[in-house]
């Protein structure tokens, strides 16, 4: 019998597979098709999905998956299951964590609105959501901070694009290659976050909500660059590729570790 943990572990697996599958996606669309194809980011990706033979079911999986991985980033933001401790390094990560939660959160209802054939589901709604937030008392400032929490992941990105830190949580038995398609994914996602986590600032300074740019308005914004656009959108590719590897080989903390220590379950 699969106790509750295993159920869990499990259960973030298929999260790390999914989130994958959106990031092979991606970067392939980035790649191949032309601007106005992933303008909307992922919901652009979820319709390519959609249109497929079997798409919708192919949707729903990947939404139970996204939900998993967001309820295993939740765990981690709330009850630190990756034992990151109360330091502000730790604090940090696990903001990061929960922010990582509630976007793949978003992604999972994405899809699953697309496989269910909703209108208009998927559409970028960046601009309108920055637009109501700063309708709000203190909006602006509000906006500046998820800004400034933006680009530090972005930097804490870029910094695992160099140290290769994440291969602390990834099985020796992963394949060698790992940490090289790691450190290019980790690069490209540094750089598209800094796009977001700046746009957002300044839409708190100027107050205009149409700076805002999503993960599909920042790739696209990188065209101009040609050369460093196929390194940023091949580098979202193998960020998919590690995703997918790391399903396998991540090693995940149980969820319910025993008093005496934390158990680690690696398969």
Not at 194 to 201: D, P
Not at 203 to 231: P, Y
Request: proline share 3%.
């Amino acid at each position: 019998m699969v106790d509750k943990s295993e159920k869990v572990v499990w259960l973030a697996r298929v999260g790390f597979a999914a989130r994958g599958l959106v990031y092979v996606l991606l970067g392939y669309l980035a790649l191949t098709a032309g601007k106005s194809d992933i303008d909307d980011g992922a919901g652009d990706i979820f319709r390519v999905l959609n249109a497929i033979p079997g798409g919708p079911v192919v949707l729903y999986v990947a939404s139970a998956g996204l939900v998993g991985y967001a309820l295993y980033r939740l765990s981690a933001a709330l009850f630190d299951i990756e034992r990151k401790g109360t330091s502000w390094k730790g604090r940090a990560s696990r903001v990061g964590y929960l922010a990582s939660a509630v976007i793949h959160l978003g992604l999972a209802w994405t899809a699953a609105r697309i496989a269910s054939g909703a209108r208009g589901a998927g559409e970028d709604s960046s601009a309108e959501m920055a637009s109501g937030v700063l309708d709000f008392p203190f909006g602006s400032t509000l906006l500046g901070i998820i800004g400034v929490a933006i680009l530090i992941a972005a930097i804490f990105q870029a910094r695992s694009a160099v140290t290769a830190g994440f291969m602390r949580h990834v099985s020796s038995r992963a394949p060698r290659f790992t940490c090289w398609i790691g450190r290019a994914g980790h690069a490209a996602r540094a750089v598209v976050m800094a796009l977001i986590g700046w746009s957002l600032l300044r839409t708190a300074w100027f107050g205009e909500s149409e700076e805002v740019v999503s993960l599909g308005k920042a790739i696209n914004n990188l065209r101009d660059m040609e050369t460093g656009f196929q390194f940023v959108a091949a580098g979202l590719l193998l960020f998919g590729v590690f995703s997918i590897i790391t399903a396998r080989y991540r090693i995940i903390p149980d969820p319910t570790p025993p008093a005496k220590g934390l158990r680690a379950i690696s398969i």
